[in-house]
């Protein structure tokens, strides 16, 4: 396509799909959530015949979100030129509310227009993409705080054994059961591969500071994600400062605007930065998170979203690796065709398939879906 071609975004659509949990009892647990079920919002953006698609997970409202403030902004811009939309859906939410839910919606549609414009060249996204990188690392996530050790340990352990040289847990649900499961993951997974766990917030800086050291001295625990608050950037100093230092403190998942990174930063107060593609603005706002997190010398960590993040943090140049989540690669597998698998520890995304190189399967879907209507 020769440059200077424009082509108008003629149309964006709004499903919405939610897949109940394979966990105990129908659920899952972390430190600070239980929840029954994982809901997809998903946008797709029409240009020049062709379809590009995009998501984030988060409740059903983020659906008429979409359609009411950022559909009718996307509609008749330039499917070429997708951080000109972005510039544009951020300025339309102003008073609706951008961090939080307006960023997570705008997040959908940015990956759904990155996604087309990749599609309309005929390239992969990643080679769209100013790429670094032609593969990100992964670790393994899950562990859920209401398994039960035998399935705890079978799950790590067969991250393990398909060549996943970390893995990680959720911890700090109920604090005097967690020995025993740390113990059941670091046995199974063996005395090589890295061990993570991840408080989602639930402990206090002096609490934090306790497991930090225990998990440090007892289980070689190398990745502690949100000890405390992830707004609470003084206690995740805390905690990086005083803890162990073999010990790396994480947080950023929770990031939706780049003041919210640049705070995490200040300090700084993480070893390694998080951010999710899918809420922190989408591919455009994902590129500049990682410039900030190349100016400040530290490491960018994927939360999540595998299907998107294996091409997006492609553009990261201090990549560190990619949450390799349960859910969400259960939910993404039911979802869509064109999934990759992790091999030798890593994501490849397929250069012979244009955008994200993923289809959606409707019919396998549509069980699911709480929002919109199938396309004719």
């Given amino acids: 396509m020769r440059a200077g071609t424009e082509v108008e975004v003629e149309n964006v659509a709004v499903h919405a799909f939610e897949v109940p949990t394979d966990g105990p009892d129908g659920t899952e647990e972390d430190g600070t959530l239980r929840w029954d079920s994982t809901t997809m919002v998903l946008a797709e953006a029409h240009a020049g015949g062709r379809t590009g698609i995009g998501y984030t997970y988060g409740d059903v409202s983020l659906a008429a979100f ?23 859906m951020f300025a339309a939410i102003r008073n609706a509310g951008r961090p939080g839910a307006g960023a997570m919606a705008v997040s959908a549609v940015d990956i759904a227009l990155w996604d087309l414009k990749a599609r309309i060249l005929g390239l992969p996204l990643f080679e769209v993409l100013p790429a670094f990188h032609d593969r990100v ?8 705080t209401n398994y039960p050790l035998d399935r705890l340990a079978s799950q790590l352990g067969g991250w393990v054994e398909q060549g996943i040289p970390r893995v990680k847990l959720k911890i700090s649900r109920r604090p005097d059961e967690d020995p025993r499961r740390l113990t059941a993951a670091r046995e199974a997974i063996g005395a090589g591969p890295q061990l993570f766990t991840d408080a989602n917030g639930a402990l206090t ?5 306790y497991w930090a050291r225990r998990l440090a001295d007892e289980w070689d625990v190398r990745w502690f994600e949100e000890p405390v608050p992830s707004d609470d950037t003084a206690g995740l100093r805390l905690v990086r400062e005083e803890g162990p230092g073999r010990t790396e403190v994480a947080a950023g998942e929770y990031g939706y605007v780049l003041k919210d990174f640049a705070d995490l930063l200040e300090g700084p107060s993480v070893d390694c930065l998080q951010a999710d593609v899918t809420r922190c603005g989408g591919v455009t706002g994902l590129l500049q998170v990682a410039g900030l997190s190349a100016a400040r010398q530290a490491d960018l960590s994927a939360h999540c979203a595998p299907a998107v993040s294996a091409h997006a943090f492609c553009a990261v140049r ?37 955008g994200l190189g993923l289809d959606v399967k409707w019919g396998d879907a549509e069980p699911y879906r709480v929002h919109g209507a199938r396309p004719a």
Wanted: proline share 8%; net charge neutral; charged share 25%.
């Fill in 66 to 88: 979409i359609e009411s403030k950022l559909a009718p902004v996307a509609q008749g811009s330039d499917a070429l030129s997708p951080a000109a939309a972005w510039d544009r």
């Fill in 137 to 144: 690392p992964v670790y393994g996530s899950g562990g859920f």
């Fill in 205 to 209: 800086r002096k609490e934090a500071l």
């Fill in 318 to 354: 201090r990549l560190r690796h990619l949450e390799y989540f349960h859910d969400h690669v259960r939910v993404e597998h039911l979802l869509f065709d064109g999934n990759l698998s992790p091999a030798g520890g890593v994501l490849r995304p397929a250069a012979d398939r244009p």
